[in-house]
């Protein structure tokens, strides 16, 4: 009897041997170990499970394990533990997402066997943690690593306006892309492990192009490869791109080469620089003609000038002695009218001197204009007066309209005057003998309008604009009839414009008639009168 009492205290002091031999390898253990509850709470935990869950093993034991789960994975640690406890005795495993902590969110594996807990009916789930947060990390970055490498190679396959291919640091050929494939005519298969300098011309390779091409993208990152490149079948084209330096964990390990036919676009740049070369060149004809075109026209205009001078000069003369021999009683009546004959074309000829003096001063901006305060009804009157013998002798009719309530201006009187003589001769000139002219004035908001219309030859619609030029008349044939020079509208045109006016024509057409309409900024006093 006494010897089983001793055999059973030997048992004894083995079996808490043995506890204690499990409780140390249990805390040392450097992986994570977990007893927990049927319900998943934890039981107990070792040093490495604390760690990893981000405490120590006394204080959590008695949490549920879900404090440290991820909400999003609570419901699969749920499902672990109802696989655990249908699986008895099994092993069951899940991976599950641990909440955030200082040192980042961690992935662990949980390994499971159902067990009953020494000295009690309890069922407990023994269970690893195994981190795997950096294996998950490797796998997603091989997975990315993967779906770059993809879409890279899809890339390239589809860039077809760029040759892209590599090289090693002894400038053989390592990839090739189906842009490469379409602009130099090799294939992959005959392309790879082959020298990449057969695409460098004769005369480059001379140079040792490639050798400072691959030291210049060695040194600086990339090397410009804009230059004439050749194709398996020896024709040449413009590559144009650059070639850079692969690194690979710090370490250089080849060349990439990117680059794409411009041989149109440098073809169409050159022609774009001998264009412009070519306008340049016209500019500078253009420039050094119309230098030549403003002297010429200065010296027009000199000799103008100079020309009415010369013949106004000899007209005074003749005026004043037909007036003086016009004032003598003993001359018979046929010297008094050959007196007035010659005075009215002395008077014609100093008007047209007049005129081409006043187209010289335009041509040159510099037509005076002497502004004061004036009636612009009674320079309509001095003008009809003046325009009278014309109208008299083709037995035309002059209506007068002066209905304009406010018709004084800041003008030059004088040359307004000549306006309104330039337009009655024009009406009487071109209007048959026996027609009528009307002349009428008008206010519109802070103008004076003068129209003068007549029943005459009218104008083409095309030549409306034409007949303010100098020298220009509606067509030849209205010059070979009706004779002038077709400067008393383009004057006209201009003194009216020189008094911030305007001066239009209108016509339904031929052998209707015309309407001449001055418009004019009203001064002064213009109250009704």
């Known amino acids: 009897m006494l010897a089983e009492i001793e055999a059973l205290r030997a048992a004894q002091v083995e079996v808490e041997h043995s506890q204690q031999l499990y409780a140390e390898l249990f805390e040392m253990a450097p992986i994570g170990y977990v007893n927990l509850t049927s319900s998943g709470g934890i039981h107990s935990a070792n040093n490495a499970a604390a760690v990893l869950l981000d405490g120590a093993a006394p204080l959590i034991s008695g949490f549920s394990f879900l404090t440290y789960v991820d909400p999003a994975d609570h419901t699969k640690f749920a499902s672990h533990l109802a696989r655990c406890r249908a699986a008895i005795p099994g092993v069951v495993s899940t991976e599950l997402a641990l909440k955030a902590s200082a040192g980042g969110q961690r992935v662990v594996e949980l390994i499971s066997r159902p067990s009953i807990l020494f000295g009690s009916r309890q069922v407990i789930f023994r269970t690893v943690l195994r981190d795997i947060t950096e294996q998950r990390m490797t796998l997603q970055a091989e997975a990315a690593l993967a779906v770059s490498q993809e879409l890279l190679r899809l890339v390239l396959d589809n860039v077809r306006e760029y040759a892209i291919f590599s090289m090693d640091l002894y400038r053989r050929v390592t990839s090739w892309n189906a842009g490469a494939e379409r602009l130099l005519k090799y294939n992959e298969a005959e392309i790879l492990g082959r020298s990449a300098d057969i695409i460098f011309t004769g005369e480059d390779l001379e140079a040792r192009l490639p050798d400072i091409e691959a030291r210049t993208a060695l040194a600086d990152g990339r090397a410009s490869a804009d230059r004439w490149h050749l194709r398996k079948d020896g024709t040449r084209f413009w590559g144009s791109g650059a070639t850079m330096p692969m690194h690979d964990a710090g370490q250089t390990v080849g060349f990439v080469k990117i680059f794409r036919d411009e041989t149109e676009i440098r073809e169409a740049r050159h022609e774009v620089d001998l264009n412009r070369e070519r306008l340049w060149q016209a500019l500078q004809q253009a420039e050094t003609a119309r230098e030549e075109a403003e002297t010429a026209g200065q010296a027009k205009d000199h000799f103008m000038a100079v020309l009415s001078h010369e013949l106004r000069t000899p007209l005074t003369p003749i005026l004043m002695t037909t007036h003086i021999l016009g004032r003598r009683k003993d001359l018979p009546p046929s010297v008094h009218e050959a007196f007035e004959m010659i005075r009215r074309n002395v008077h014609l000829e100093a008007r047209l001197v007049d005129d081409l003096l006043d187209i010289t001063r335009i041509a040159r901006g510099r037509i005076e204009i002497m502004p004061a305060p004036m009636d612009m009804h009674e320079a309509i009157l001095q003008a009809v007066e003046i325009s009278r013998p014309d109208i008299e002798s083709k037995n035309q009719l ?38 009528s002219i009307r002349l009428r004035t008008s206010n519109a908001p802070g103008k004076l309008v003068v129209e003068v219309s007549d029943g005459g030859i009218g104008i083409e619609a095309e030549a409306i ?23 008393g509208l383009a004057i006209s045109k201009a003194i009216v414009e020189a008094h911030g006016g305007l001066l239009c024509a209108q016509s339904p057409g031929p052998a209707q008639g015309a309407t001449f309409t001055v418009e004019l900024p009203l001064g002064g006093d213009n109250a009704p009168n």
């Open 465 to 487: 604009e034409r007949i303010f030029d100098p020298f220009e008349q509606a067509n030849k044939g209205i010059a070979r009839r009706f004779g002038g020079l077709g400067l």
């Open 398 to 435: 002059l209506t007068l309209s002066l209905d304009a309530a406010g018709h004084r201006l800041h003008g030059d009187g004088a040359r307004l005057q000549q306006v309104v003589w330039n337009l009655l001769k024009n009406a009487s000139k071109f209007t048959p003998g026996d027609g």
